[in-house]
Nanobody
Framework: QVQLVESGGGLVQAGDSLRLSCAAS????????MAWFRQAPGKEREFVAA????????YHADSVKGRFTISRDNAKSTGFLQMNSLKPEDTAVYYC???????????????????WGQGTQVTVSS
């Protein structure tokens, strides 16, 4: 079974950039979707972006469109979330997740994702 290891979180100032990574161990993302979700204190976990590992088609939440970009490196079985122009409201624990590509890429239902990483904290100060 695929295991996911996230990295790249940290403390930054508003307007800065960060790149999160999600590496697959004990497997690959082939024929899977990979997504990023985030959860701020006291709030529900929300969808951020997803990518079809096979086709490279991406889908981003409106709240991050134009600022965040999801991508992947097939050879390294690693997905990325490039976050630019960060805002204090982007502060959250960011999780990567995968599911078999049985759904359309725009289906962002959290329960459709079956494997989750441990999360990485992103804090944006004003």
């Amino acid at each position: 079974q695929v295991q996911l290891v996230e990295s790249g979180g940290g403390l930054v100032q508003a307007g800065d950039s960060l790149r999160l990574s999600c590496a697959a161990s004990r497997g690959t993302f082939v024929n899977f979707h990979m997504a990023w979700f985030r959860q701020a204190p006291g709030k529900e976990r929300e969808f951020v972006a997803a990518i079809s590992w096979t086709s490279g088609i991406t889908y981003h939440a409106d709240s991050v469109k134009g600022r965040f970009t999801i991508s992947r490196d097939n050879a390294k079985s690693t997905g990325f979330l490039q976050m630019n122009s960060l805002k204090p409201e982007d502060t959250a624990v960011y999780y990567c997740a995968t599911r078999a590509s049985l759904y359309g890429i725009t289906n962002s239902r959290i329960t459709s994702y079956t494997t989750w990483g441990q999360g990485t904290q992103v804090t944006v100060s004003s």
